[in-house]
């Protein structure tokens, strides 16, 4: 029975791979999900898991089936005298999300009571702006200096350079963004001012110095939009030959944009949004969208995100959120009926193999690294200590990826390729990996309550590590407790 179910789940497989190799699978998140608005500004991800949707009014916040708002009231904000852009969202490395707005204002939410904090620019001395690097530091700015939170690094900005709109820092170098179209370089072991490269002469600088967005992707290089008066650039920067480069030079406003792990630039625009592949230089503006009954959206979209498990998130101007897994094509192509037919006759054979093998054994769970792989002596000692690492936090709730490779004395992005071919996972989802094999661990012994295990193994809230506990191992904890105690596992795990 077992061969003939595994043959046709295969069978099934190939033929919708083949048939639906151009079809589109996502989701639309609005209103009836909980989100407040169909107008989205900003999104990111938090370290837990949850997504981040800042609407017009609200905070809203995505735990995998709907969203909790948190409404901004006029008195949540603080001034923000020195800051001249659109909504930017700055996640630090203190548990706490901060909101800057248009209109020179601030809030900021304390992600662990999930209550804004009242005159919030108190904590960092009332700055004119801030920004936070990729590491969660917070850099203040007032006058011509830029400050490490702590005060142990001061950036001297050069003279006329215009607003800062943006830092970015590395264990080697800081890199400071500003509005007259040039990045200067620092030392970060002193602080002292290396060189400026202007991506631009001084007579186009001014008709792009409204609102400037960087990103950095895991080869180092800077990816920046620079919009003003109806007027918009795409540029990159290497940082190791200091060479700009234009992609895009368009008549209309350039929103957010992501670099892919498959080195395609995302950028959302008033249009549509742009796809830009880094390899072939091919471009594409994609228009419309095709909803699942065929319907097609014509909006534009102020942002984009794209989440650990590679998932595409777009925020658009009037409908909300559109989604899409990682697994299938974005939202260029039409739709049609019968795949679904297929997909569900899927999703049927492969629940009905699920429940033949909990009736028939019990299959141990699978540990983050497979037991016979074969490594070299120099792998296996950095998986091992990689491990360890991460067994003495499982109670940090706030341990990350980041600290992860400070303590291993590498760059997030130099982890995650040393890392990810050796286990075949993101070092993050290796993190969760491990904090899950220890609570199964606990569990087995009976001693502790679900509850308490979550706490011990670093979840932030017994509700996410019961979703991440179900994923891995195919049932709920509780489940997997009473499964063990009476030696007729409820669930298993194929390995």
Not at 27 to 49: A, F, I, P, R, W
Not at 381 to 398: G, M, P, R, Y
Not at 405 to 418: D, I, N
Request: hydrophobic share 35%; charged share 20%; with cysteine.
């Amino acid at each position: 029975m077992m061969k003939r179910l595994a043959s046709t789940i295969l069978l099934l497989f190939f033929f919708i791979s083949t048939v639906t190799s151009a079809e589109t699978f996502f989701q639309l998140l609005n209103q009836k999900q909980g989100l407040s608005g169909q107008h989205v500004l900003q999104m990111t991800q938090l370290e837990d898991g949850r997504m981040v949707v800042d609407t017009e009014s609200d905070v809203c916040l995505w735990n995998g089936r709907q969203f909790k708002a948190i409404h901004k009231d006029s008195t949540d904000y603080a001034p923000l005298p020195g800051y001249m852009e659109f909504t930017r969202l700055f996640l630090d490395r203190h548990g706490r999300l901060w909101v800057k707005e248009y209109l020179q204002k601030v809030a900021c939410l304390d992600l662990r009571t999930l209550r804004f904090i009242p005159d919030c620019t108190r904590l960092l001395g009332y700055p004119d702006d801030f920004y936070a690097d990729t590491h969660g530091t917070l850099w203040t700015v007032r006058d011509s200096m830029v400050v490490r939170e702590d005060g142990s690094l001061t950036l001297s900005l050069p003279m006329d350079c215009g607003r800062v709109q943006e830092v970015q820092t590395d264990s080697l170098r800081g890199y400071i963004f500003t509005s007259n179209g040039a990045v200067t370089v620092y030392d970060m072991k002193n602080g002292r001012r290396l060189a400026s490269y202007v991506a631009y002469d001084a007579s186009v600088a001014s008709s792009l110095s409204r609102f400037s967005l960087v990103v950095r992707d895991s080869d180092g290089m800077f990816y920046q939009i620079r919009f003003g008066q109806g007027h918009a650039v795409l540029l990159s920067f290497n940082p190791q030959t200091c060479q700009w480069k234009k992609f895009l030079d368009v008549e209309y406003s350039l929103h957010t944009l992501i670099v892919s792990p498959d080195r395609k630039l995302y950028v959302t625009c008033s249009e549509g949004y742009w796809v830009i592949n880094l390899d072939t230089g091919e471009q594409h503006l994609l228009t419309q969208l095709y909803l699942p009954d065929g319907s097609i959206v014509h909006t534009g979209y102020n942002t984009i995100c794209q989440d650990r498990d590679g998932g595409i998130w777009l925020g658009s101007y009037n409908q909300g959120v559109l989604y899409a897994s990682a697994n299938v094509r974005l939202f260029d192509t039409p739709h049609h009926w019968w795949p679904w037919l297929v997909t569900v006759l899927i999703l049927l054979s492969i629940a009905g193999y699920v429940l033949w093998l909990r009736r028939k054994r019990t299959v141990p769970p699978t540990s983050p690294v497979m037991e016979d792989t074969t490594f070299s002596p120099q792998e296996k000692a950095f998986i091992d200590k990689v491990t360890s690492l991460v067994e003495q936090n499982l109670a940090n709730t706030n341990y990350s990826v980041e600290q992860l490779a400070e303590e291993l004395c590498m760059e997030r992005s130099g982890l995650y390729k040393k890392l990810t071919p050796l286990i075949g996972m993101s070092p993050i989802a290796f993190i969760r990996s491990v904090r899950l094999e220890h609570a199964a661990s606990l569990l087995k012994k009976g001693t502790y309550s679900v509850t308490s295990i979550s706490e011990m193994t670093g979840f932030s809230s017994p509700q996410y590590f019961n979703r991440c506990f179900q994923k891995q191992y195919g049932c709920r904890p509780s489940e997997y407790r009473e499964g063990k105690a009476s030696q007729s596992s409820l669930c298993d795990t194929e390995t």
